[in-house]
């Protein structure tokens, strides 16, 4: 195992931008349909709470891409993926421990994803000195 030791900041910066780059895609189809459109075609999000949200989605994550202030940023993330998680789907559809019955298993996925990048940080960064000194 030792051996694979010295990929951990590596893979670990790999999780952190997939992560990041799927989640931004939430965010941009909330405010340009882009990927997607959230809305059946008719514009941007109007709800000021999925405006908000869009907003935390797209900043947070373009700071987990770039790796700046990654520990703050996802700590905000899961926040916010665990209130969608207990307010929207728990409440709407009820059924807390079976996440695939309301809906809501991304939403617990990204909470508890982003929550472990609060405690494992960024790995590897090409904005850090470390990344090119290797």
Not at 80 to 108: C, D, R, S, W
Request: charged letters at 10%.
């Amino acid at each position: 195992m030792n051996k694979l030791e010295k990929y951990r900041p590596y893979v670990l910066a790999l999780l952190r931008i997939t992560a990041a780059y799927m989640f931004i895609l939430h965010g941009t189809a909330k405010f340009w349909e882009f990927p997607i459109s959230m809305t059946g075609g008719n514009g941007p999000v109007g709800d000021s709470m999925m405006i908000v949200g869009g907003v935390i989605k797209i900043v947070g994550s373009i700071l987990l891409i770039l790796g700046l202030f990654t520990r703050p940023a996802a700590f905000i993330l899961s926040g916010q993926m665990a209130f969608a998680y207990f307010f929207m789907h728990v409440a709407g559809k009820g059924n807390l421990l079976f996440p695939i019955t309301n809906g809501g298993e991304l939403a617990l996925l990204y909470s508890v994803l982003f929550l472990y990048f609060v405690f494992s940080g960024a790995g590897a960064c090409a904005l850090d000195n470390k990344f090119f000194r290797k």
